[in-house]
């Protein structure tokens, strides 16, 4: 039986991570976890329950009340994020979450615990994980990290399309704009910021579709599986 690895994807907004992430998890049989929903669940929680972001005790009373996991959705083919057992999925991709969840994700005590749950579902391996930080911070000891990367006009354009079916009314300024501040806020941070392993593989796909990045990526993957 082969072994079991850890796939760690890291890059920038709207790089197609998830997806890829995803697809590598069904042909391995391995688990997807999305680390990015974990965030906008607690940016949503936050933004509900109006709790300042520079309010630190508030925050770290809030995180005491926060409850993640996902379950598989049958009807979809994928899993959902669950927020203290609501299923928030539909309402962490709006917008108003994006705009929101990198300024969440750079608050220390957030991403200590997030960190903390995303090392816990790693033990057993055989996961596939996606983020900012997951070659550098979660699984520095991953045996497959890649950093994902592609041209930010090719991203934004990638991102207006997908939200466009949801959010007909959005436009291609906007989310160019969101995305130039998520890429600003995720590098810049001072706690656990977006960066490249220097052990990681760097995979541009501004010129490859979802197949030909999948098949490199695979490729990589069986190599690390077969060592």
């Known amino acids: 039986m082969s072994k079991k690895i850890i796939i760690a994807i890291d890059g920038f907004s709207s790089c197609g991570k998830s997806t890829l992430a995803k697809a590598l998890a069904k042909e391995l049989s391995y688990v997807f976890i999305d680390t990015g929903a974990m965030y906008r669940a607690v940016a949503l929680y936050f933004m509900r329950h109006s709790i300042p972001f520079d309010d630190i005790i508030a925050i770290e009373k809030a995180i005491q009340s926060i409850k993640l996991h996902f379950v598989f959705n049958e009807g979809t083919g994928k899993s959902d994020m669950y927020l203290n057992d609501e299923n928030v999925e539909a309402a962490i991709r709006e917008m108003k979450v994006s705009q929101k969840v990198s300024e969440v994700a750079a608050i220390p005590v957030v991403r200590d615990f997030a960190v903390a749950q995303q090392q816990a579902m790693g033990l057993e391996k055989g996961i ?18 890649l950093f994902v990367t592609a041209d930010p006009l090719v991203r934004a354009k990638r991102r207006f399309i997908e939200l466009q079916a949801t959010q007909p009314s959005i436009t291609m ?9 998520r890429d600003l806020m995720d590098s810049t941070r001072e706690h656990s910021p977006l960066k490249q392993a220097e052990d990681a593989l760097v995979l541009d796909n501004t010129d490859l579709n979802q197949e030909e990045q999948f098949n490199i990526a695979l490729n990589w993957a069986k190599e690390r599986i077969m060592a």
């Open 128 to 145: 596939v994980m996606d983020g900012r930080d997951i070659g550098t911070v979660v699984f520095p000891n991953a045996e497959l990290k």
């Open 173 to 181: 300024e906007e989310v160019a704009e969101n995305l130039s501040h």
